[in-house]
């Protein structure tokens, strides 16, 4: 059975797992913007692409995760994962027990996440510069 993609609700879950805030999106993408217009938006199967690679833009998330991501494949995924002896690290990610490569493959994965920690970091730190600007403009 296919499963729809459900975009709106794809740009919430980027946008939550970033700590970003509604409010802090809708600063980001302009005056036409506020929190319940974003709120809307989370709500909406399909985004225009225009606007999805602006939200790209802002979170630093590909175009492709907003309009690709299914949560219950990746739910399946990774049960099935499990259910074959292997173990699962972060969504997407798969290392069997029979892989000769494993601790290669699980410092890579470290790596990876660290590198999104020091992402989401620098993110939060610009993001409190804005504010700090948008404070200092009122």
């Known amino acids: 059975m296919e499963h729809k993609i459900h975009q709106g609700r794809n740009v919430k879950r980027f946008r939550e797992m970033l700590g970003i805030k509604q409010e802090m999106l809708a600063f980001d993408l302009g005056s036409d913007w506020n929190q319940k217009k974003i709120s809307m938006l989370e709500?909406?199967?399909v985004i225009e692409k225009d606007l999805l690679i602006e939200i790209?833009?802002?979170l630093k998330v590909p175009v492709e995760a907003f309009e690709n991501f299914n949560?219950?494949?990746a739910v399946n995924i990774i049960s099935n994962t499990f259910n074959d002896n292997a173990f699962g690290i972060g969504v997407g990610y798969e290392v069997t027990v029979n892989n000769n490569n494993q601790i290669d493959q699980i410092l890579k994965l470290h790596e990876e996440k660290i590198a999104?920690?020091?992402r989401m970091l620098k993110e939060k730190e610009e993001m409190i510069a804005r504010l700090e600007r948008l404070f200092q403009d009122k």
């Open 71 to 73: 949560e219950e494949q």
């Open 56 to 58: 790209s833009n802002i």
């Open 116 to 118: 999104l920690y020091e």
């Open 43 to 45: 709500q909406k199967e």
